[in-house]
T-cell receptor, first 114, second 112 residues
Framework: AQSVAQPEDQVNVAEGNPLTVKCTYS??????LFWYVQYPNRGLQFLLK??????LVKGSYGFEAEFNKSQTSFHLKKPSALVSDSALYFC????????????FGPGTRLSVLP | NAGVTQTPKFQVLKTGQSMTLQCAQDMNHEYMSWYRQDPGMGLRLIHYSVGAGITDQGEVPNGYNVSRSTTEDFPLRLLSAAPSQTSVYFC???????????FGPGTRLTVT
């Protein structure tokens, strides 16, 4: 079965510093990996995806993610954090068991401190 | 486009009551899905549909029914609400052959 893990419930970072939100995955076959962000009282918004190709994927709002096959990781990164980046971040993998819908990780709450 | 819309935004039910959560999308997407979000558990798939007239179960389908009579609408029915169904419910849609799902704003349901 496909699964993703997000080992940190909470990440705190100072504004202007680089941020990393971690995700590891377990899949059979090639992974289709995604990052979504959820702002308070809102639905999820797509940030970026890895399907194939370059291991460094660029997405919305200055975020990027690095796919590492040997470490089965797909960490989300941003060179310089903004207070407005504070939100709940979800890593997800597509699961062929459910019509290619997503299996989500538990989420990581990012707080960017001014 | 309005995207994915959900009604109501909030709902309180008593144990044993039934209700329908509405979801509609105006993007002509074939795929639609229902997820529930619980603290520390991420989102879990309840039911999904790959097109009008076709539905299937996800990871946590018990206690929920769905139907898909049109491309636009995908209602979720709770037949007999239980406190364990207290959650935030999200509807999502996507176009066949694409990967990105579009999510609605959610319905916060409390069952007492």
């Amino acid at each position: 079965a496909q699964s993703v893990a997000q080992p940190e419930d909470q990440v705190n970072v100072a504004e202007g510093n680089p941020l990393t939100v971690k995700c590891t995955y377990s899949v059979s076959g090639n992974p289709y990996l995604f990052w979504y962000v959820q702002y308070p009282n809102r639905g999820l918004q797509f940030l970026l995806k890895y399907i194939t190709g370059d291991n460094l994927v660029k997405g919305s709002y200055g975020f990027e993610a690095e796919f590492n096959k040997s470490q089965t990781s797909f960490h989300l990164k941003k060179p310089s954090a903004l207070v407005s980046d504070s939100a709940l971040y979800f890593c997800a993998v597509r699961d062929p068991r459910y019509g290619q819908n997503f299996v989500f990780g538990p989420g990581t709450r990012l707080s960017v401190l001014p | 486009n309005a995207g994915v819309t959900q009604t109501p935004k909030f709902q309180v039910l008593k144990t044993g009551q039934s209700m329908t959560l509405q979801c509609a999308q105006d993007m002509n997407h074939e795929y639609m899905s229902w997820y529930r979000q619980d603290p520390g558990m991420g989102l879990r798939l309840i039911h999904y549909s790959v097109g009008a007239g076709i539905t299937d179960q996800g990871e946590v389908p018990n206690g929920y029914n769905v139907s898909r009579s049109t491309t636009e609408d995908f209602p979720l029915r709770l037949l007999s609400a239980a406190p364990s169904q207290t959650s935030v419910y999200f509807c999502a849609s996507r176009r066949t052959g694409t990967h990105e799902q579009y999510f609605g704003p959610g319905t916060r349901l409390t069952v007492t």
